[in-house]
């Protein structure tokens, strides 16, 4: 299936399955060798990151523990800016190796974000891992060493990724045809 229809757009195969899961391991490898006897903490952004999550942590053959937060937006009562919010970190982090699991860094502004909130919880050190990054529209620097692949701007599809909520499911990364 080389093509799929998800709502009003089509889109065409762009990384498989296979792809995605032989690199997806080659990057948990790297993982398992650097942070071998810290016991990281693998914090798993949702919704879109639950798929890789799912694959990159059962190549996580170190002792570690993994729980799932979200990130969300709302318009603060009396301002006019946007506001981040973390949800459902219940883990104390003070002291901790943690490593954040994201799906895929646009701009890099959500990433900004959490780690500035991350921060004010004092963990020993933060590691970026990242399915996906497209560093022609990152707009701030950031330090991402796991990284499975690097992609153009164009917009995608699968592997935990949506269009307008759907899409989601597909086993492969698809992207849209203009
Ligand atoms: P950033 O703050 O610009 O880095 O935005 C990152 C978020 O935008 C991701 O967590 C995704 O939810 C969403 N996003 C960015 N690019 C895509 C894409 O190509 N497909 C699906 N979602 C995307
Ligand atoms: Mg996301």
Redesign the pocket.
Known sequence: MNTVQVKDKQFSLYISEDSLLKRVKEVAEQINADLAGKKPLFLV?LN?SFVFAADLLRDITIPSEITFIRVASYEGFNSTGEVKQLIGLSQNIEGRTVVIV??????????QELLKMLEKENPKEVHIASLLV?PG?LKVNLNIPYRCFDIDN????GYG???DHEGRNLRHIYKVIE
């Open positions: 952004i879109g994201e799906d895929i860094i646009d701009s890099g502004k959500t990433m497209k529209n164009d917009f995608i599809v990724l949506d269009y």
